[in-house]
């Protein structure tokens, strides 16, 4: 059984570019979440998607955004990159919503300049 | 707002030694779950724990849930240089999964 694959690893942008992360769940996973993990504020959660739908919402700014397509796979967007977003996106993923068992991926690395 | 501490931050010990992790609430969770997380990686889920008092034990870890379901341990008997990471606890409940502070721990052969 495949794990969650997140694309891609490791990403270098500019202040004020925007990037996309890709996350595919586990199959036969419905709930995919997102984490923002830095040194100094620890993993911080950023949004989660169940059934195409954002269900819950971290305390981030509007630039960080989300999708989740039909298949489960999940899209995390942010606009007018600054240096502060560099970090390690993380995304894990439930059976279904009330799952009480998250499996992560290995993580995108952004890292902006 | 669901909070999890944990305790210690920092842990730097020597190879054989034992150590407990903490991680304490004043909220109650449904389940917690400890992950192991290395540098660069994702977080590895260790174990579940379900029921309030519920213990749990895979090799040399030993995890418990607290009577009240607000708190657990992770205790490592003769840790290893394998056992360096980051450990992380998290809490299930009200639909939504909170994750502790954090403990890094070094075990130094």
Aim: hydrophobic share 30%; with cysteine.
């Amino acid at each position: 059984k495949a794990g969650v694959t997140q694309t891609p690893r490791y990403l270098i942008k500019t202040r004020g570019q925007q990037v996309t992360l890709s996350c595919s769940p586990i199959s036969g996973h419905r709930s995919v979440s997102w984490y923002q993990q830095t040194p100094g504020q620890g993993l911080q959660f950023l949004f989660e998607y169940f059934s195409e739908t954002q269900r819950n919402k971290g305390n981030f700014p509007g630039r960080f955004s989300g999708r989740q397509f039909s298949n489960s796979r999940s899209e995390m967007n942010v606009s007018t990159l600054e240096l502060g977003d560099s970090a390690l996106y993380l995304c894990a993923s439930r059976r279904t919503g009330e799952g009480i068992e998250a499996f992560f991926g290995q993580g995108t690395r952004l890292t902006v300049v | 707002t669901q909070l999890l501490e944990q305790s210690p931050q920092f842990l730097s010990i020597q190879e054989g030694e034992n150590l407990t992790v903490y991680c304490n609430s004043s909220s109650v969770f449904s389940s917690l779950q400890w992950y192991r997380q290395e540098p660069g990686e994702g977080p590895v889920l260790l174990v579940t724990v379900v029921t309030g008092g519920e213990v749990k034990k895979l090799k040399r870890l030993t995890f418990q849930f607290g009577d009240a379901r607000k708190d657990s341990s992770l205790h490592i008997t003769a840790a290893q240089p394998g056992d360096t990471g980051l450990y992380l606890c998290a809490g299930s409940g009200y639909q939504k999964v909170t994750f502790g502070t954090g403990t890094k721990l070094q075990v130094i052969p």
